[in-house]
C-alpha cells in the first residue's frame, strides 16, 4: 500500500515536473516578449536527446535534465524523481505481477496482478507508441503531464473492474486512494499559489532584470499546464465513480476546485 502511495505522489509532484522544459514558447512570448522564448527555445532544444538505451529506458526522455540546485541524483528528490519515476511505475508493476497477499482474498489476486500487466504495458508504450503522444512531440513538462494523465487513466479503468471497485480496497485503503490523489493535487497547488505569490512581490519592488522576468515566465507557463493536468485528473475521479471515502473532500473538489 505504501509503495503505491508513494507512487501517486510522485506522479502529481510539482517539483518533479517543473524540471522539465516547457514546449509552451508563445506563452513565454506573452509574459515576456522575445528574452523569455529565446531562453525557453534554448532550453528545450538542448532536452531533445535522448538515453542511448532509448528503448530499454523508461525515463529515456529525461536524460538530459539537469540536476536542481542543491539537489543530487542518487538521493530522493526532483532530479532522482524526474529519471526514475516511470522505472518506479513499471517496477511496481511487476511486483503487482506477483501479488499474493494473503490478507486479501484469492478471487483477487489476479485482478491485481492484470492490473501490474497493464501498468507496465503502458509504460512501454509511453515510450514506443509515437501515435499516443504524437500531439506532443518534444520532451517537455507538458509531454510529461499527458504521460502522467495516460497513467491514471489506465489505474481509473482497473478499478472500474472488480465488484464494489474492491481493488480500491487494496490498493487505495477503502476509498483512500482518491483522498492521496486529491490530497496531494490541492497541497501542489497550494505550494505553487505561493510561489506566484512570491514572484509578484518581486516584480512589485522592481525586480525586472532579465533573468528574474524569464523565471517568472516560466514559472507561470509551468503553472498553467500543472494545473491543467489537475483539472483533468479530478475530473476523472468524479467521471469515473471512484469511490470517495472522504465526502467532505469530494465535494470540495466537484464544487470548488473544478
Known amino acids: 500500500d505504501k509503495v503505491f502511495e508513494h507512487l501517486l505522489i510522485s506522479l502529481v509532484d510539482a517539483d518533479t515536473l517543473a524540471m522539465f522544459p516547457t514546449c509552451n514558447l508563445s506563452s513565454l512570448s506573452h509574459l515576456d516578449g522575445h528574452n523569455s522564448r529565446s531562453k525557453g527555445n534554448d532550453l ?3 532536452s531533445q536527446v535522448y ?3 532509448a528503448l530499454q529506458d523508461p525515463d529515456q526522455e529525461a536524460y538530459k535534465i539537469k540536476r536542481m540546485s542543491g539537489d543530487y541524483y ?10 526514475n519515476i516511470w522505472s518506479f511505475c513499471e ?8 501479488f499474493a497477499d494473503t490478507k486479501h482474498s484469492l478471487q483477487m489476486w489476479p485482478l491485481v496482478r492484470s492490473f501490474g500487466k497493464d501498468m507496465i504495458s503502458i ?17 517537455s513538462v507538458e509531454r510529461e503531464c499527458l504521460k502522467r494523465l495516460l497513467m491514471f487513466q ?7 473492474r472488480g465488484k464494489d471497485q474492491c481493488f480500491d480496497t487494496i490498493l487505495g485503503k477503502g476509498g483512500g486512494l482518491s483522498l492521496v490523489i486529491s490530497t496531494s493535487i490541492i497541497e501542489n ?14 516584480r512589485n519592488i522592481g525586480c525586472v532584470d532579465p533573468d528574474t522576468r524569464y523565471e517568472r515566465a516560466k514559472a507561470l507557463t509551468f503553472h498553467g499546464a500543472y494545473t491543467e493536468l489537475c483539472g483533468s485528473l479530478v475530473t476523472l475521479l ?21
Open 123 to 139: 509504460c512501454k508504450k509511453l515510450r514506443s507508441d509515437k501515435e499516443l503522444l504524437e500531439l506532443l512531440p518534444k520532451v
Open 238 to 258: 468524479l467521471r469515473e465513480n471512484i469511490h470517495w471515502e472522504n465526502t467532505g473532500m469530494r465535494d470540495l473538489v466537484r464544487h470548488h476546485f473544478i
Open 189 to 202: 497547488l497550494y505550494y505553487l499559489s505561493g510561489i506566484e505569490l512570491e514572484l509578484e512581490e518581486q
Open 51 to 53: 538515453s542511448p538505451m
Open 154 to 160: 489506465t489505474l481509473f479503468t482497473a478499478l472500474k
Open 44 to 46: 528545450l532544444s538542448k
Open 74 to 83: 542518487d538521493t530522493a528528490g526532483p532530479t532522482y524523481t524526474s529519471k
Open 91 to 98: 517496477n511496481v508493476g511487476h511486483m503487482l505481477i506477483q
